[in-house]
């Protein structure tokens, strides 16, 4: 692997993991939508490295060329390799990067391998629960759902679950003798278990160790546990109680720490104190937001929109172009030929021509006399020198006056700058008082509408107390002409039974009474009719007695 390669790995990661978590963020409000959003970031974080190798590449040359290597022989190559651009030294050998990488992959992988034994040998170790309050909520899964192993160990500090499904439920010794919390703790490790939870760390602890030297990567596995316990506990909170859900979280953190923590393939349901009140102001909250399917699933197919190209490019070295060689010097100028021999004069014939006359030479510049010179530099008259001096003096004073102008127009400036961040602070300070008004305008409505809905609720209050008044008083008034009504009945039967005592005494009305009775298939004998009439005054005092209470009791003011 070379050092390339590895920062193309890692401006991918982070993009996708970026992407990954910002979707998970800012386009999902239900922990289970925010989980699969995350998950699927896993899974394209762990598709990058096959990308790469599936689909074409992509080059592109965004990284500086770099100088091939040219050996230097001889002395004359010297000026050449001197300004021949070096090769940068700084970028590590392929050899390092990989090694280092490799590293790194080595530590997360036997961090994890080292895990899953543990809770492998913590498992076979432990003993199976036998308590009929565990128990119970297993047997009343259905038929077709398998049964997870219900184990306890003490080597954990709280209830954790692994394993592909059926999977393990392991249980500390704490929360095992808490029977009253059986139901919760496992209706939350059920949930892991049938969401795949466990899987899911796995595949996202594996992107972790191809991608290491990302922290966007590390945080994206950090954010996948936390959401997965707050999903799991909104499925556990669909057959488990709120209230005591909430009771059983505080009580597992409020456990001693066990002497061994929580091995890193699982998650143990209270090992996160940071996020714990989080989790209980979510399970607290009654107002449950509707799940987005469609929202999570554009979500993934962007997600994976991106990361398919953004695999397939490749970071490359821009093209060497070598520099151009330096001129050549001029070649020396040849040696000047001899001139050729004039030619032989002819034995006879006329006479050659006289060559020309060379031109006659320019004129001389005539010399300056010394009458000239003395025009430009004699010496200045008295009255010269006196305007001189006055135009001098008049031009220091002038210098003089400017400097005090350019002194007053900085005091001008600075006076200006002053009365301009004094104008700034005093807007400054209107605009906090005009907010602080508006904060207390709105304070003020915000009383008013108050105490207007409490003078609503005030009047509705009193209409609501004089309806249940007057029915008070009609129930009352009722009442009283039920009881008046009823003593009235009283007297009426204590009469009646006077009457019927008298009657009584008669022979020959106690012979009719029985031959009637005994007519209707009833028993009476003379002796029960001659007790009868010697009790019915009695019982018509009484009768009449508690007719006067009722009376009594109908006339008294409520």
């Given at each position: 692997?070379?050092?390339?390669?590895?920062?193309?790995l890692l401006v991918k990661s982070s993009v996708v993991a970026?992407?990954?978590?910002?979707?998970?963020?800012?386009?999902?409000?239900?922990?289970?939508?925010?989980?699969?959003?995350?998950?699927?970031?896993?899974?394209?974080?762990?598709?990058?490295?096959?990308?790469?190798?599936?689909?074409?590449?992509?080059?592109?040359?965004?990284?500086?060329?770099?100088?091939?290597?040219?050996?230097?022989?001889?002395?004359?190559?010297?000026?050449?390799?001197?300004?021949?651009?070096?090769?940068?030294?700084?970028?590590?050998?392929?050899?390092?990067?990989?090694?280092?990488?490799?590293?790194?992959?080595?530590?997360?992988?036997?961090?994890?391998?080292?895990?899953?034994?543990?809770?492998?040998?913590?498992?076979?170790?432990?003993?199976?629960?036998?308590?009929?309050?565990?128990?119970?909520?297993?047997?009343?899964?259905?038929?077709?759902?398998?049964?997870?192993?219900?184990?306890?160990?003490?080597?954990?500090?709280?209830?954790?679950?692994?394993?592909?499904?059926?999977?393990?439920?392991?249980?500390?010794?704490?929360?095992?003798?808490?029977?009253?919390?059986?139901?919760?703790?496992?209706?939350?490790?059920?949930?892991?278990?049938?969401?795949?939870?466990?899987?899911?760390?796995?595949?996202?602890?594996?992107?972790?160790?191809?991608?290491?030297f990302n922290p966007l990567v590390?945080?994206?596995?950090?954010?996948?546990?936390?959401?997965?316990?707050?999903?799991?506990?909104?499925?556990?909170?669909?057959?488990?109680?709120?209230?005591?859900?909430?009771?059983?979280?505080?009580?597992?953190?409020?456990?001693?720490?066990?002497?061994?923590?929580?091995?890193?393939?699982?998650?143990?349901?209270?090992?996160?104190?940071?996020?714990?009140?989080?989790?209980?102001?979510?399970?607290?909250?009654?107002?449950?937001?509707?799940?987005?399917?469609?929202?999570?699933?554009?979500?993934?197919?962007?997600?994976?929109?991106?990361?398919?190209?953004?695999?397939?490019?490749?970071?490359?070295?821009?093209?060497?172009?070598?520099?151009?060689?330096?001129?050549?010097?001029?070649?020396?100028?040849?040696?000047?030929?001899?001139?050729?021999?004039?030619?032989?004069?002819?034995?006879?014939?006329?006479?050659?021509?006289?060559?020309?006359?060379?031109?006659?030479?320019?004129?001389?510049?005539?010399?300056?006399?010394?009458?000239?010179?003395?025009?430009?530099?004699?010496?200045?008259?008295?009255?010269?020198?006196?305007?001189?001096?006055?135009?001098?003096?008049?031009?220091?004073?002038?210098?003089?006056?400017?400097?005090?102008?350019?002194?007053?127009?900085?005091?001008?400036?600075?006076?200006?700058?002053?009365?301009?961040?004094?104008?700034?602070?005093?807007?400054?300070?209107?605009?906090?008082?005009?907010?602080?008004?508006?904060?207390?305008?709105?304070?003020?409505?915000?009383?008013?509408?108050?105490?207007?809905?409490?003078?609503?609720?005030?009047?509705?209050?009193?209409?609501?107390?004089?309806?249940?008044?007057?029915?008070?008083?009609?129930?009352?008034?009722?009442?009283?002409?039920?009881?008046?009504?009823?003593?009235?009945?009283?007297?009426?039967?204590?009469?009646?039974?006077?009457?019927?005592?008298?009657?009584?005494?008669?022979?020959?009305?106690?012979?009719?009474?029985?031959?009637?009775?005994?007519?209707?298939?009833?028993?009476?004998?003379?002796?029960?009719?001659?007790?009868?009439?010697?009790?019915?005054?009695?019982?018509?005092?009484?009768?009449?007695?508690?007719?006067?209470?009722?009376?009594?009791?109908?006339?008294?003011?409520?």
């Amino acid at each position: 692997m070379t050092w390339t390669l590895l920062l193309s790995l890692l401006v991918k990661s982070s993009v996708v993991a970026g992407a990954g978590l910002a979707c998970a963020r800012f386009l999902a409000q239900r922990p289970i939508d925010r989980v699969d959003i995350l998950r699927a970031t896993v899974g394209l974080l762990l598709a990058i490295p096959v990308i790469m190798n599936v689909l074409p590449a992509l080059d592109l040359a965004l990284l500086p060329p770099i100088a091939p290597y040219v050996p230097v022989e001889g002395a004359s190559m010297a000026a050449d390799a001197a300004s021949a651009p070096v090769a940068p030294s700084w970028p590590p050998s392929a050899q390092m990067v990989g090694g280092l990488w490799l590293l790194g992959v080595a530590a997360v992988v036997g961090q994890l391998l080292l895990g899953l034994l543990t809770l492998d040998r913590w498992t076979r170790q432990g003993r199976p629960v036998e308590q009929r309050d565990w128990l119970l909520p297993l047997e009343e899964l259905s038929p077709e759902e398998d049964r997870p192993r219900l184990i306890a160990s003490e080597r954990v500090a709280s209830p954790l679950s692994w394993g592909v499904a059926p999977g393990f439920i392991v249980v500390d010794p704490a929360s095992l003798d808490e029977r009253q919390a059986a139901r919760a703790i496992l209706a939350h490790e059920l949930a892991h278990l049938r969401r795949q939870d466990w899987i899911f760390l796995i595949l996202s602890r594996l992107a972790l160790a191809v991608f290491w030297f990302n922290p966007l990567v590390w945080r994206l596995h950090a954010v996948l546990a936390e959401r997965s316990e707050e999903t799991a506990d909104a499925v556990a909170l669909e057959t488990v109680d709120r209230t005591l859900y909430a009771r059983t979280l505080v009580r597992l953190a409020s456990h001693p720490t066990a002497r061994l923590m929580s091995p890193r393939p699982a998650t143990a349901m209270a090992a996160s104190a940071r996020t714990l009140k989080t989790r209980i102001a979510h399970i607290m909250t009654h107002t449950a937001s509707r799940r987005r399917p469609v929202t999570v699933a554009l979500s993934v197919v962007a997600l994976a929109a991106v990361a398919t190209p953004l695999a397939a490019l490749g970071l490359t070295h821009q093209a060497w172009e070598a520099p151009p060689p330096p001129p050549a010097p001029p070649a020396a100028p040849a040696p000047m030929a001899a001139p050729p021999a004039p030619p032989a004069a002819p034995v006879s014939g006329p006479a050659a021509p006289a060559p020309p006359a060379p031109p006659a030479p320019p004129p001389e510049p005539p010399a300056y006399k010394s009458g000239y010179v003395y025009s430009y530099f004699r010496e200045a008259t008295p009255a010269e020198r006196m305007a001189a001096d006055q135009a001098r003096a008049e031009a220091q004073q002038a210098r003089i006056e400017a400097d005090q102008a350019r002194i007053e127009a900085d005091l001008a400036r600075r006076q200006a700058d002053q009365q301009r961040i004094h104008a700034d602070e005093t807007r400054r300070l209107a605009d906090d008082a005009r907010a602080q008004a508006d904060l207390a305008r709105q304070a003020a409505e915000g009383a008013r509408r108050g105490a207007e809905q409490a003078r609503l609720a005030g009047e509705q209050a009193r209409i609501i107390g004089e309806r249940a008044r007057e029915q008070a008083m009609r129930q009352v008034a009722n009442a009283r002409i039920h009881m008046a009504t009823g003593a009235v009945q009283m007297r009426r039967g204590a009469q009646q039974m006077r009457e019927e005592a008298v009657r009584l005494r008669d022979p020959a009305y106690r012979a009719k009474q029985i031959a009637e009775n005994r007519e209707r298939g009833g028993v009476v004998t003379d002796a029960e009719l001659r007790d009868l009439a010697e009790t019915l005054p009695d019982k018509a005092k009484d009768m009449e007695r508690r007719a006067d209470e009722l009376e009594a009791r109908s006339r008294k003011p409520s």
